[in-house]
């Protein structure tokens, strides 16, 4: 189960109930693995951001939640009836969302997780084998049920990114690209092997040469502390830059396109993502580079007509005034720390999702896509 | 002589002979300034960067070589003859002249003083009175030429600032203006009120409401550490951002100009300046707003064609991988860390120097400026 060019942000505990989580505040330093087999440690795990990119808080919240409960039906505490089953898990699942309020996809998972374990209980085991890669502790039924529907969160998320990936490949050639991106995107933000690094990883499975640049992407490095590590440990040429490079990078004709992600991609294909985004979406088209956005179609977000309207969330000053605990401006100076910025569509040139590549005009073909 | 609106990067000991520099290693957390009374002192504060910027790197070293030469002189230790002194400048300034051996102002603001003490000398005194405002230490008439000699390249640059500044604040409506910079291009990378700085500084003494957004300039952070501290102390409105800002201000129509500083200024207006220049030039252009670059004269090389001939100095690879002394990714990940980047005169607005502004074509204004 485990694919050795990518790390696993989350997996199984094998030698009893639980997960197995990479601990992100550990990178670049060391690469810590944590298990986890009670509800506290999942929520906090969440709300430290041991684990953080939206698909990998989803999956893992539904998986330690999976992990959890069965840890009580294993040791014989279980509740008695299926209704009292589907009440400890609504209170898990609260608890879990409190971890991160405004993480959408975390609430997401879990009420998947539960909606799909009702619908087991009503048909009582008749609708599902066993499933054979389960892990070892999951013997009795209502366990076997619930890490296997966890699970099916968990692989769904793997395929969405095998899918982006190989749609992602087949736009570059096989002789060899250079790409620029930004941010984290790759296997430590989902439970498979990323959204746009997922191009990158299967790129580099097909045996052609990939070289990526990463932006650090301040103010919170995930470029610098993620992307840089999880491709340098896969084998891949990677070469770290301050976002204040990109523009003369290009300008040296080192690169061939850029490749990133996107936190909500609109009706008409503009898309809001980590701030910096713009700016690189403005020097590919000077440049007369292409610019690629992916993201699975869950990202895409009909109900919003364009850019402007989705609000931007203004974060800490002290994240701009401050590294890695060091201080680095004036204490009280006035800080402006936008976490996303807006993209409008006509400076994209493709969006790679899951069920293939979008091209302009976004808003017919999302249209389609999402319908 | 102490302008309460910006803060002296170095300025003459009162007490003794000496120089009193800012120590700019303790920006932001602390304002501490350091008597420097030797040669040794001296060198220490220019390799240590204590001071940087190239113009108040120079003035500093002429003023302390002078300074440390008058000690002796005033202490009745001088060299005999004119000749001897003249032997003990000249291997001061070798000494100090290895403190940045690639900082070209800080050998010619030594070969400066030198040729100036030589031409004194010649005269005997004859040519010059001595000037009032010198330290109250300088009393032979040796030290008073020579710390008067020092103090005119000091006062030189100082009055280029504040031409740069009356030209730059000129462009500006009296109504107010938001500016955009990049860097520090302030009173602490010069002997006065600095190059693009310089304009913000004249517009707040003109009482014209100006807001600067700072760039914090990774990876060295001389925006965060440098510019956001010496407007936040004169009291000007200040808004740290970080680089990857820029683009996403603009487009919120936050800002109505960029100004920035030159480290080059080619013979066809191409300017080599800190690393993400280029990028706020295509942004600036993107969003339809000036891009003013503000230079004294002696930085236009008109020796340089373009900004092709100008090779770009690259830097240590953990500045990009190290924070204040934090790490911030992999050990060994490979970097680009180019401490310059090339802007084309196309997307430059307007020069702002000291003898006015230069607008396009820039090739024949350059020059008649020059010429």
């Known amino acids: 189960m485990t694919d050795s060019r990518y790390p696993l942000a989350v997996a199984w505990l094998h030698d009893r109930p639980g ?13 810590v693995r944590r298990p986890l087999d009670d509800l506290e440690g999942v929520f906090e795990a969440i709300a430290n951001l041991r684990v953080r990119g939206a698909p990998a808080i989803g999956v893992t919240a539904a998986m330690g939640l999976a992990a959890t409960v069965s840890r009580s039906i294993e040791a014989g505490t279980s509740p008695e009836s299926p209704s009292a089953l589907l009440a400890q898990l609504d209170r898990g699942a609260r608890v879990l969302e409190g971890a991160r309020p405004t993480a959408r996809n975390l609430s997401h998972s879990l009420r998947a997780l539960l909606g ?6 009503d048909q009582e085991a008749t609708t599902r084998a066993p499933q054979a890669d389960l892990p ?4 009795h ?41 930004h941010c984290n995107t790759g296997a430590l933000a989902t439970a498979g092997s990323g959204t746009a690094l997922a191009a990158v990883y299967e790129l580099h499975a097909r045996g052609v040469p990939v070289r990526v640049y990463a932006c650090e992407a301040r103010p919170v490095l995930q470029g610098a502390r993620l992307t840089a590590w999880e491709l340098q ?37 503009d898309v809001v993502n980590k701030i910096g985004t713009y700016t690189l979406a403005l020097l ?23 850019g402007a309207q989705v609000p931007i969330e203004e974060r800490s000053a002290d994240e701009v005034r401050f590294l890695g605990g060091v201080r680095t401006a004036p204490p009280d100076v006035a800080v402006w720390n936008p976490a996303f910025d807006r993209t409008p569509a006509h400076l994209i040139t493709a969006l790679i999702t899951d069920a293939g590549i979008l091209r302009p005009p976004f808003g017919p073909a999302i249209q389609r896509l999402v319908d």
Chains 1, 2 share one sequence.
């Open 284 to 306: 590919a088209q000077e440049h007369g580079l292409p610019f690629y956005v992916a993201a699975p179609r869950t990202t895409v977000d009909k109900s919003l007509a364009s």
């Open 116 to 121: 799909a374990m009702r619908e087991w209980l």
């Open 19 to 31: 997960i197995d989580l990479l601990d992100q505040t550990f990178l670049p330093h060391e690469e």
């Open 136 to 139: 070892g502790w999951a013997c």
């Open 141 to 181: 039924p209502w366990s076997r049920a619930l890490v296997g529907l966890a699970d099916d969160i968990r692989s769904a998320d793997a395929a969405q990114c095998r899918q982006m990936g190989m749609h992602g490949a087949d736009l570059f050639p096989s002789e060899g690209v250079s790409l620029l991106t």
């Open 233 to 269: 440990r896969a084998g891949i040429e990677v070469t770290l830059i301050t976002d204040s490079m990109a523009g003369a990078l290009m300008a040296e004709g080192q690169v061939d396109a850029v490749i990133l992600g996107a936190d909500a991609v609109c009706a008409n294909g």
